[in-house]
Each structure stands twice: as C-alpha cells, then as structure tokens.
C-alpha cells in the first residue's frame, strides 16, 4: 500500500463564529486543499467535510504534510473573521481513498489522523502521529505551533505565500501583497518564517521512516 499523509481537522469555536464565518473557514480550506495538490509530485487532496465543522484531506508525498498543515494554519489566521482550525497529521498506509471522497475510505494514516485529533489536548492546535516518527519529528511540530500561535494576520499573510515549496524570493512575495520587500522582510522577520523554513526542509528531507 502507498504511504500517504491525512490531515483531519474540527474548526475551533464554530458556534460562536457563526454560519457565515464557518462556510468561509471550510471554502478556505478547500482552496488550499487544491493547491496542495498542485505542489510537485501531488496527488488530489479529496478534501471532504464532516460534521459541519470537521474536514479532512490526503497530501502526498506524505513528507510535505507538515508544510501543508502550517500552510492551512497560516490562511486561515491571515483571513479576517473565520475561526481556526485543529490539525492532525497521520501518516501510514492508505488501503483505500474511497470511492468518490474520504467518507469511506481507510487504511492506517486516515486511523493515525484520527486517533492524534482525539488525543490533543484542548489547548493545542496541532498533533502528528503514524509511523515513522522520532522524538525530533514530535518535537519540531510542538516548536512551530508555539511559534505559530504568535503570529499576526499579516505575518500569517506574508508566511503563507513563503512556504510555497517553489521558494519565492521577498520582491516576488511583496509583488503579490502590494508592499515593498521592507515590509516583507519585517513581516517574515518577526514570524520566524526563515526558521520555520529551515524546520520544514529537514522534516521533508530526514532519512527515518515514513515521515519522509
């Protein structure tokens, strides 16, 4: 069976965030479920919505799941008005995709995602559990959410289009945000977002297991 990454997530604070803020929050994530899969050697994400608030998807290579799950992240803070989101990656064997979405499909990364999104802790928005994980593994996701946590929308904003695995340079992020590559750098700077970078290419590229 082919290693595969899922991403199952609930949105924080649905309720009182109201319908309006939870169908933007859920067409968010799908759009950036697409351009997931659009990253190289993607595969279609089937994002598929449960219960209201709950969603889930499949990145491939597994390796780029953490990148997707900050990516997500990063969106929704960047966005006005729409609650965030709990995050759980799992990785491991895909037995099925299901047949036209993720409602029936199975296999052990979809039971790892599922397990890390029931096992996390009320205040933390992001887990990862499956095969292939090292302390290091555990301990890079637990550094960028509290690096995460501290962002501002428009650190969010200029971080989200920084993690594109096409690497843009500062002048073509602030080509896209209307703002001079000063105001870029101050953004990023104060994210972290170079550091964050450096993280995500040594998960993408550590040699154990199926994290890779």
């Known amino acids: 069976m082919p290693t595969i990454a899922v991403l199952t997530g609930d949105l924080i604070g649905s309720t009182d965030a109201g319908y309006d803020a939870v169908e933007r929050a859920m067409t968010l994530i799908e759009r950036t479920a697409e351009d997931i899969a659009r990253w190289p050697g993607g595969i279609p994400a089937r994002f598929t919505r449960y219960r209201g608030d709950g969603w889930q998807m499949v990145v491939a290579p597994p390796a780029r799941a953490l990148r997707a799950a900050i990516l997500l992240a990063a969106r929704l803070r960047a966005a006005p008005d729409v609650p965030p989101t709990r ?42 559990g499956g095969s292939g994980l090292t302390p290091i593994h555990l301990a890079v996701v637990d550094l960028l959410e509290e690096r995460l946590s501290r962002w501002t929308p428009e650190q969010a904003e200029a971080s989200a289009l920084a993690l594109d695995p096409a690497d843009p340079t500062q002048a073509e992020i602030a080509a896209r945000l209307g703002i001079s590559s000063q105001a870029v750098s101050y953004r990023l700077s104060g994210a972290g977002t170079a550091a ?17």
């Open 87 to 128: 995050i759980a990656i799992g990785l491991g064997a895909a037995g099925s995709l299901g047949s036209g979405d993720l409602s029936d499909a199975h296999g052990a990364a979809f039971e790892s995602s599922g397990r890390a999104l029931e096992g996390l802790r009320r205040d933390m928005r992001l887990a990862v």
């Open 196 to 212: 964050i970078r450096r993280a995500l290419q040594g998960w993408e590229t550590a040699g154990d297991g199926d994290a890779r």
